[in-house]
């Protein structure tokens, strides 16, 4: 199974940005799907972003199109996220995740269950 670690996260000021690292251990499957959820205080688990096929097109939430940004570099095995313009709307605890693309789609309908694998979370706190 492949583990994932995020880091990155932190305190920021809204309209500032950040950027999100998630290190991938082992030999990822060409057709992966790497994506980005994240979970607010109270709220439930929400994708936000996610590089899918061997194409590794980007994918992201209406709520993040224009501010972020979803990149993959295949050496490192590592994803980032980079966030733009945070509003205090966008704290949470944000995971890194990994799977099929099918499981992918049925976690962006809330079974999280499908996805392969998580990291532990990184919490960006957006907040003047």
């Known amino acids: 199974q492949v583990q994932l670690k995020e880091s990155g996260g932190g305190p920021v000021q809204p309209g500032g940005s950040l950027r999100l690292s998630c290190a991938a251990s082992?030999?990822?499957?060409?057709?992966?799907?790497m994506a980005w959820f994240r979970q607010a205080p109270g709220k439930e688990r929400e994708f936000v972003a996610a590089?899918?096929?061997?194409?590794?097109?980007?994918h992201y939430a209406d709520s993040v199109k224009g501010r972020f940004t979803i990149s993959g570099d295949n050496v490192e095995n590592t994803i980032y996220l980079k966030m733009d313009v945070l509003k205090p709307d966008d704290t949470a605890v944000y995971y890194c995740?990994?799977?099929?693309?099918?499981?992918?789609?049925?976690?962006?309908?809330?079974?999280?269950?499908?996805?392969?694998?998580w990291g532990q979370g990184v919490l960006v706190t957006v907040s003047s």
């Open positions: 995740s990994a799977g099929s693309t099918g499981a992918l789609i049925l976690a962006t309908a809330g079974d999280y269950n499908q996805m392969d694998s």
């Open positions: 082992g030999r990822l499957p060409e057709n992966y799907a």
């Open positions: 590089l899918v096929g061997y194409d590794h097109d980007p």
